[in-house]
């Protein structure tokens, strides 16, 4: 008889997460809580309404570090982000690019890192946009992606 959680039984996790290089694949649900993957926002409770002024949704971003650009896992808003990192990032600012992958629009922005928290292997900073005028229309490009139905906002 089979052990129905044993190898040899049926209950196996197959969706993978290729990372690169043939065989660098990981499991979907390690690469969350590495950061390679944000995570989706969830919606409150029901009969509890949300807290939030804009809509979230889970996108790429570059990140400027030591003067050198890197791209990460995020979840943006118009009001600010949520960044997954490696490491802590030091200071109080970042610099942050999106730019649609269709590229009919750019931002550049300046955040404050609210807090930081460790999450997995990766690091949660909590960023608060400086300035309302760098994000103008990110919000109305977060509010058609969602309503097309997509789950992530497409960046290059």
Not at 46 to 66: A, L, M
Not at 148 to 153: C, E, F, I, M, P
């Amino acid at each position: 008889m089979d052990d129905a959680f044993g190898t040899s039984g049926g209950l196996r996790h197959k969706r993978k997460l290729k990372k690169g290089k043939p065989g660098e694949e990981i499991p979907a649900s390690l690469g969350v809580r590495l950061g390679y993957v944000a995570d989706v926002e969830r919606p409150p409770p029901e009969g509890v309404r949300s807290t939030r002024r804009t809509k979230r949704i889970p996108t790429s971003v570059q990140i400027r570090i030591d003067g050198k650009w890197h791209r990460v896992a995020a979840d943006i808003s118009a009001g600010g982000a949520l960044i997954l990192y490696g490491q802590p990032i030091e200071g109080r600012q970042v610099e942050i690019s999106l730019e649609l992958a269709d590229r009919s629009a750019r931002w550049d922005v300046t955040g404050t890192i609210l807090r930081r928290e460790k999450r997995g292997r990766r690091y949660a900073h909590h960023i608060r946009f400086d300035v309302a005028a760098q994000v103008a229309g990110l919000n109305l490009a977060i509010q058609e992606a969602l309503m097309a139905g997509k789950k992530r906002l497409e960046t290059t």
